[in-house]
C-alpha cells in the first residue's frame, strides 16, 4: 500500500508527452476550446432600418445585439410616434437563439478546463496514466463522448447562426408592422459583421476533427489496444498485495 501511495503522490515532471501525439494534439485543443468560447461569446453588433413618416425627417434606428442572442428582448431605438401619426410602436427583433448558443459556448469552456487537466495528468503523472488500466480507458471514454458533443453543439450553432443572419438582416422587415403601413416606409440599413460567428462555428468543427482523430492516440493507450501481457506458461503467479 505504501507503494502505491507513494506512486499516486510522486509528481514527475516530464515535457516528453508534449512532443507526442497524444499530448501534441491536447494543447491544440486547448488552444482551439480557448477560440471557440471567445469568438461566440464575445460578440456583439446591431442591425438598423431606415423608417420615413409623413412630413418628417427620416430617421435611422439601431437595435444592439450579441451573446446569448436573446433577440426577441432587443428593443430597436424609440421613435417619436407623433411624427409617424402615431404608427409606430415599440419594436423587437424576432428569436431566441440563447440555448444554441449558451450550450456551445459552455461546452467549449468544459473541454478548456478538461484539456487543461489532462496535461497536467500527462505531464507531470504520466507514469500513473500509463501504470493503470482505468485511466486511459477514462479518457478515450471521454474523448469520444466529447468528440459526439462537438459535433452536435457545433451544428446547432451552425443553425442557430443562420437564423441569426436572418433575424438581423432585410427579411426581418417582413415582421414589423409599420413596414407594411405604407410603400417605401422602410428600408433596410445595415448589420455588423459576424466574421468572429463564421470562425466559432469553422473552430467547432475544427475541434471535432480534432478529437476525432485524437480519440485513435488515446485508444492507443488503454487495454483494449495492447492487452496485458499474460503470464508464462509455468510461472508462479505473484502474491496478491495486502
Keep these: 500500500m505504501e507503494r502505491v501511495s507513494q506512486k499516486m503522490s510522486g509528481l514527475q515532471f516530464n515535457l516528453g508527452p508534449l512532443k507526442e501525439p497524444l499530448g501534441f494534439i491536447k494543447v491544440l485543443e486547448w488552444i482551439f476550446s480557448i477560440f471557440a468560447f471567445a469568438t461566440c461569446g464575445g460578440y456583439s453588433g446591431h442591425t438598423s432600418i431606415k423608417v420615413s413618416c409623413w412630413n418628417a425627417k427620416n430617421e435611422t434606428l439601431e437595435a444592439a445585439f ?52 489532462a496535461l497536467v495528468l500527462y505531464v507531470g503523472y504520466l507514469h500513473l496514466y500509463r501504470g493503470a488500466g482505468k485511466l486511459p480507458m477514462i479518457d478515450f471514454v471521454i474523448t469520444m463522448v466529447v468528440t459526439l458533443l462537438w459535433l452536435i453543439s457545433t451544428s446547432a450553432w451552425a443553425k442557430a447562426l443562420t437564423d441569426i443572419k436572418v433575424s438581423t438582416g432585410p427579411a426581418m422587415m417582413s415582421d414589423i408592422l409599420f413596414c407594411h403601413s405604407a410603400p417605401d416606409s422602410c428600408l433596410f440599413g445595415a448589420v455588423s459583421s459576424m466574421g468572429s460567428l463564421n470562425v466559432s462555428v469553422v473552430i467547432g468543427f475544427l475541434n471535432l476533427i480534432l478529437w476525432a482523430g485524437n480519440a485513435w492516440f488515446v485508444y492507443k493507450e488503454t487495454n483494449l489496444h495492447n492487452p496485458p501481457e499474460a503470464p508464462a506458461p509455468g510461472a508462479t503467479p505473484a502474491p496478491a498485495g495486502m
Excluded: E, I
Design 66 to 117: 450579441g451573446y446569448p442572442f436573446r433577440l426577441n428582448t432587443v428593443l430597436f431605438k424609440d421613435l417619436d410616434s407623433k411624427k409617424c401619426n402615431n404608427t409606430w410602436l415599440p419594436t423587437h427583433l424576432v428569436g431566441d437563439f440563447s440555448s444554441s448558443a449558451q450550450f456551445f459556448v459552455t461546452f467549449a469552456v468544459f473541454v478548456f478546463l478538461y484539456c487543461m487537466a
